[in-house]
């Protein structure tokens, strides 16, 4: 079943306009090196170096416990904000849009091009501020090809994100879902 959406509160960023980037200066030269770095070291690598890879990620300030996958085609927006666990999977061009923290838990699995976007912006506002909130993927969950993923959005161990599916509310535990917007189409497993 879903929950309410958003259980992760938004964090809003200060910007005097829209133009206005809500970055420190370090901040960008940061993110512009972590591009330059992938790109370089990283993204031409074979599934075999992972070992490579999260080396990269751990000297970019990820938080990683075991041993993740995370592949070579994957896209990871500010891995100082990407936390995986053991045996937790980001896929074949994989999106971790992490303006905001992502935290993948356990044998948790991000399959091929699924969107994690942690970002958005206050849009009453005429400045439109950034407002990031963290996503958080539990245990043993299986987010399936092309589904996208909300800011602030907590999908429950062992939950299923059908393809292609767009989430804008939390996932039960052991529920699965799909379509745009997600909703149930199975009872949660207990």
Same mark, same amino acid.
């Given at each position: ?7 992760? @509160? ?7 306009? @829209?133009?206005?980037?809500? &970055? ?5 030269? =940061?993110?512009?090196? &972590?591009?330059?770095?992938w ?12 070992? &490579? ?17 995370? %592949?070579?085609?994957?896209?990871? #927006?500010? @891995? &100082? ?18 303006l905001?923290?992502?935290?993948? %838990?356990?044998a #948790?699995? !991000? ?9 958005? %912006?206050?849009?009453?506002? *005429?400045?439109? *501020?950034?407002?990031t ?7 043993? #969950?299986? !987010? ?6 909300? *800011? ?8 299923? !994100? =059908?393809?292609c599916?767009v989430?804008?509310?939390d ?7 799909? =379509?745009?917007?997600?909703?149930? !189409?199975? #009872?949660v497993?207990?």
């Amino acid at each position: 079943m879903l929950a309410p959406p958003m259980s992760a @509160p938004l964090k809003t960023y200060t910007q005097n306009s @829209p133009y206005e980037s809500p &970055w420190s200066l370090r901040e960008k030269i =940061g993110m512009a090196l &972590w591009q330059f770095c992938w790109a370089f070291f990283c993204a031409w690598t074979p599934k075999p170096l992972n070992g &490579w890879r999260l080396l990269w990620l751990r000297l970019f300030g990820a938080r990683i416990s075991g041993r993740p996958f995370v %592949h070579q085609r994957a896209r990871i #927006a500010l @891995p &100082w904000n990407l936390t995986l666990h053991d045996r937790a999977c980001l896929g074949d061009g994989a999106h971790a849009y992490s303006l905001g923290e992502i935290e993948i %838990h356990e044998a #948790a699995t !991000v399959a091929q091009e699924v969107y994690l976007c942690t970002g958005t %912006h206050q849009f009453d506002s *005429p400045t439109l *501020p950034l407002q990031t909130a963290k996503i958080t993927i539990g245990p043993g #969950a299986f !987010v399936c090809a092309r589904a996208f993923v909300l *800011p602030g959005i907590t999908i429950g161990e062992r939950a299923i !994100v =059908g393809a292609c599916a767009v989430v804008t509310r939390d996932v039960e535990p052991g529920a699965r879902v799909a =379509g745009n917007p997600a909703v149930a !189409v199975r #009872a949660v497993s207990k």
